[in-house]
């Protein structure tokens, strides 16, 4: 047996069901250690990581087979399930399932790199905790023929909306300048509402050749990468998207009120490691697409975008009410990039058909569909996390906020600041 395999075994019969741990931290240290090596199996596998570096030393100790981990994984979901938990401490109950859910998504992970299986619904159920409502196309026909009215002239629906979005994009050159803006502004609504760690901070890059439109990588202390991809010209109120969603209450906030308050403040070693194909991406991307709706309420947004960056941008500020209606209709077709991975996903439409049902409903060039497509490849069932994890963080925040703005950025807070998992957010 080779040498760290034997300490593996060993640190899991530290914490077997014959000697059960007081607490859940040995369990948290085994955890993090298997996410560490199944991202020995996966590069996108683990997100983010800035815990102690004796664990990642056991973990890169060598690489264990895919199997191995699965059942070590198993193994310390049985130990988990011993531990005692504390009578009336909520937080600790959420921790315990936390870390239930993420061992059962390693478990699931595991076994597809391994080579099984899934069907789109097995794999969201098993990854992110939810079931994806299916929608069928005559609802997206439904939100084609609204579109269709906003957008009146010549030419098929698809070369009006691109017609119509290239008189929104930002110029190459102004890009740095609206982006930085946007998120400024993202960040000062946010500080009006919540306390963020002492000494936060962003770096923000552009790159191109990547499948993602934009990414937050987070770095610990505080500390975050944006990079924003710049293949294709961006409209305008993507910039308030993207600055929302990757830094301001978005990804960054998420990150770093988690590393606050229960690495630092509790030592919870398990929020170190980010493990992307896990149900903790449901309330990440969740939360960092309902935070554009928390910095910018209702009328807000298109207030700010028509007085504030289409004047920056040196766009016609006369365009921001169109701009947003067609986009409240977007947002609906949303979820056709879900029907369409499923589809795709489970085998009944090829690569081909994909891209023409990307250019029927989302309206993309065939460039835009194929790198859509080439999103779906790699990330998979992970694309319900965007607009499902959405409406339910949405539905949570506003059921919890009592009615109140106060009330709406106390739930957010909470919900950025704890384990919450999507079975959280459905019970009362
Ligand atoms: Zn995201």
């Known amino acids: 047996m080779r040498h760290s395999k034997l300490l593996l075994l060993l640190a899991l019969a530290a914490c077997s069901a014959d000697s059960v741990p007081a607490t859940l931290d040995?369990?948290?240290?085994?955890?993090?250690?298997?996410?560490?090596?199944?991202?020995?199996?996966?590069?996108?596998?683990?997100?983010?990581?800035?815990?102690?570096?004796?664990?990642?030393?056991?973990?890169?100790?060598?690489?264990?087979?895919?199997?191995?981990?699965?059942?070590?994984?198993?193994?310390?979901?049985?130990?988990?399930?011993?531990?005692?938990?504390?009578?009336?401490d909520s937080l600790v109950a959420m921790r315990h399932r936390y870390l239930r859910a993420q061992l059962g998504a390693l478990v699931a992970k595991a076994r597809m790199l391994g080579g099984e299986r899934f069907t789109f619904d097995e794999e969201a159920r098993a990854l992110y905790g939810v079931t994806p409502p299916a929608y069928d196309d005559a609802n997206f026909d439904r939100a084609l023929a609204r579109l269709d009215s906003l957008l009146p002239g010549a030419g098929t629906l698809a070369e009006r909306y691109q017609a119509f979005r290239t008189t929104v994009e930002i110029p190459s050159p102004l890009v740095d300048t609206v982006f930085k803006t946007a998120i400024a502004s993202c960040r000062a609504r946010t500080l009006e509402q919540m306390t963020l760690p002492a000494g936060e901070r962003f770096d923000l890059e552009y790159v191109t050749g990547t499948s993602w439109n934009a990414y937050n990588w987070y770095k610990g202390n505080a500390v975050s990468l944006i990079q924003v991809n710049i293949d294709f010209p961006i409209p305008v109120d993507r910039a308030v998207d993207l600055a929302c969603h990757e830094g301001y209450p978005g990804h960054h906030v998420y990150n770093a009120s988690l590393e606050q308050r229960l690495v630092r403040d509790l030592g919870w070693v398990e929020m170190t490691v980010y493990p992307l194909f896990s149900p903790q991406s449901f309330i990440a991307e969740g939360t960092a697409n309902y935070g554009i709706e928390m910095v910018f309420p209702g009328a807000a947004r298109v207030a700010y975008e028509r007085d504030s960056l289409f004047p920056l941008?040196?766009?016609?500020?006369?365009?921001?009410?169109?701009?947003?209606?067609?986009?409240?209709?977007?947002?609906?077709?949303?979820?056709?990039?879900?029907?369409?991975?499923?589809?795709?996903?489970?085998?009944?439409?090829?690569?081909?058909?994909?891209?023409?049902?990307?250019?029927?409903?989302?309206?993309?060039?065939?460039?835009?569909?194929?790198?859509?497509?080439?999103?779906?490849?790699?990330?998979?069932?992970?694309?319900?996390?965007?607009?499902?994890?959405?409406?339910?963080?949405?539905?949570?925040?506003?059921?919890?906020?009592?009615?109140?703005?106060?009330?709406?950025?106390a739930a957010l807070t909470a919900l950025l600041s704890s384990p919450r998992l999507a079975g959280d957010l459905t019970e009362n």
Do not use: C
Not at 47 to 64: C, I, Q, V
Not at 345 to 350: E, N, Q, S, T, Y
Not at 354 to 379: G, H, N, P, V
């Open 313 to 409: 941008a040196g766009i016609d500020p006369a365009l921001a009410e169109q701009n947003a209606a067609v986009r409240d209709v977007m947002l609906g077709l949303n979820h056709a990039r879900n029907e369409v991975a499923r589809r795709y996903l489970d085998g009944a439409i090829d690569s081909a058909a994909a891209i023409a049902a990307m250019e029927r409903y989302w309206l993309q060039s065939s460039d835009q569909a194929a790198k859509t497509l080439r999103f779906i490849q790699d990330y998979r069932s992970y694309v319900i996390n965007y607009n499902l994890g959405r409406d339910l963080a949405g539905a949570w925040i506003e059921r919890e906020s009592g009615g109140t703005e106060t009330g709406r950025w």
């Open 26 to 88: 040995p369990v948290a240290r085994e955890y993090v250690v298997l996410t560490l090596r199944m991202g020995h199996h996966d590069p996108a596998y683990v997100d983010a990581w800035y815990g102690p570096d004796s664990l990642k030393a056991r973990a890169d100790a060598d690489t264990l087979p895919l199997g191995v981990i699965r059942a070590s994984a198993e193994s310390l979901s049985t130990v988990l399930a011993s531990v005692p938990l504390p009578a009336g």
